[in-house]
């Protein structure tokens, strides 16, 4: 071998060992807490349509803006590697006359995004999000139900220091009046605001409450809120919200200042976060989207849904790793002294490990040439209950856990195997 090795592009990351397992419980946590709430699985592919995203997400965020991995196929389309779920799904419904299904449509996901960021702990550029998204309901049930849900699995991922906050953003109507209301106080203020806050007062002036910069934090203090100006509508749903939230026993803080850095949302937001997460502290947020669906050429129709990222809840939970999975058989080889035909041991050895895995005996076969010795090592590491040696005259059975053993006759290896763990 000669020359550099490759190593996974920056942020990124390869997925091993317990961090492997780790996922396995995140996912069937998730599945049956969310499929548990009448929630089906839904997966949609990698790349889209970007125009998807530009109209979806909105052109003025910086996930359009900065963050998409474009690129031209083949036949000159623009493609882009999804970098959220919520415009998929919706394009999924439309494509799928889901609408004619009764509503709400309750669709989870588990899939990988990508977004071009600044890479560091917590963030990354291919990123795994479990989502939830209802569609055709604009009942503030629907809302409380699915913040409920994502509190529920957080809390059973053992995430630590879990904060939540809640808004609302109110309807079309009032925040296209209120935009222009924010749009004066931030010109009025333009000398004390950061270069990024004052360049999209035209395009995205919700924004200026997410900057950390000195002066826009103190001209933000004293801005219009959206929140004491929503219309009787508006303000009634999220009453409700935050009624049934009070129920269900969530706990939750009003916080006017919270926008999301995607543009489809409509009255209720909110976001998760861990204290114990450092910078990178959003474990998981959304929100209502009632006029997403008609914007990407669909019938009118409600949406509410959230996603949450499964590094970040990896990394402040501390769910039970899973148990691993134990080996019922080790299939090995006893080559003995001469000159023993290979491969016709290797035959029968085969022959026991199929008949084995065919009877649901979990079952694995020595396959590195190892000597008897490393043999019974390597079925030690792999935690098995019983080694079958397979020899020119027969096979010796062991039994690890007694230490006993007794030779059979290969063909009965199985069946003896399995009387013993039926025994148990
Ligand atoms: P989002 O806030 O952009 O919302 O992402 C949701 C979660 O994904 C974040 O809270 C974070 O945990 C995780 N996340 C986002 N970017 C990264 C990254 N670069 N590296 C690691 N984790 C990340 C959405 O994506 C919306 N689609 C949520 C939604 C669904 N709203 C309504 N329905």
């Known amino acids: 071998m000669s020359g550099e090795h490759f190593k996974a592009p920056r942020g990124t990351y390869d997925v091993l060992g317990e961090d492997a397992a780790a996922r396995v419980v995140f996912e069937s946590k998730a599945r049956a807490i969310l499929e548990g709430a009448g929630y089906e699985r839904i997966e949609t592919p990698a790349f889209e349509a970007t125009e998807l995203f530009a109209r979806g997400v909105g052109v003025s965020t910086d996930i359009v803006q900065k963050e998409m991995y474009t690129f031209t196929d083949g036949s000159g389309r623009s493609l882009t590697l999804r970098p959220e779920g919520t415009a998929p799904v919706c394009r999924a419904y439309v494509e799928h006359g889901m609408h004619k299904a009764p509503q709400p449509v309750k669709l989870w996901y588990l899939s990988n995004f990508f977004r071009y960021e600044r890479a560091q702990k917590g963030r990354f550029r291919e990123f795994w999000q479990v989502g939830a998204e209802a569609l055709g309901s604009d009942d503030p049930a629907v809302d409380a139900e699915s913040i409920a849900l994502l509190g529920t699995l957080l809390e059973e991922m053992g995430v630590r220091e879990v904060r939540l906050r809640l808004s609302s953003l109110g309807g079309a109507d009032s925040r296209a009046s209120y935009r222009e209301r924010l749009q004066k106080h931030l010109r009025a203020n333009e000398a004390d605001l950061a270069e990024e806050v004052r360049e999209r007062i035209e395009l995205n002036p919700l924004r200026a409450f997410d900057s950390a910069h000195e002066g826009t934090v103190a001209a933000m203090r004293d801005a219009p809120r959206l929140l004491d100006e ?31 850095g995607l543009d489809y949302y409509t009255r209720t937001v909110f976001e998760f976060s861990s204290d114990a997460l450092g ?39 501390s769910a039970p790793a899973a148990a691993s999975a134990s080996v019922d058989l080790y299939v090995g080889l006893d080559m003995g002294e001469g000159d023993v035909a290979r491969s016709a041991l290797s035959l029968a050895a085969f022959g026991v490990l199929t008949e084995a895995r065919s009877a649901g005996l979990r079952a694995c076969m020595e396959m590195a040439g190892r000597s008897l010795k490393g043999q019974m090592r390597q079925a030690d590491r792999v935690g098995a209950r019983y080694v079958a040696i397979v020899g020119q005259d027969g096979t010796v059975l062991k039994d690890m856990q007694d230490g006993g053993q007794e030779m059979l006759d290969t063909d009965t290896v199985v069946h003896a195997a399995l009387r013993g763990l039926r025994d148990l």
């Open 230 to 260: 929503l219309d009787p509508a508006d303000a009634d749903h999220f009453a409700e919200v935050q009624a049934l939230l009070d129920r269900a026993g969530v706990r939750y803080e009003i916080d006017p200042t919270l926008v999301r």
């Open 279 to 317: 910078a990178q502290s959003g474990v998981g947020g959304g929100g209502r989207y009632d006029g997403l669906v008609e914007q990407l050429g669909g019938p009118a129709t409600p949406g509410m849904g959230w996603a949450a990222g499964i590094e970040r809840i990896l990394l402040a939970g």
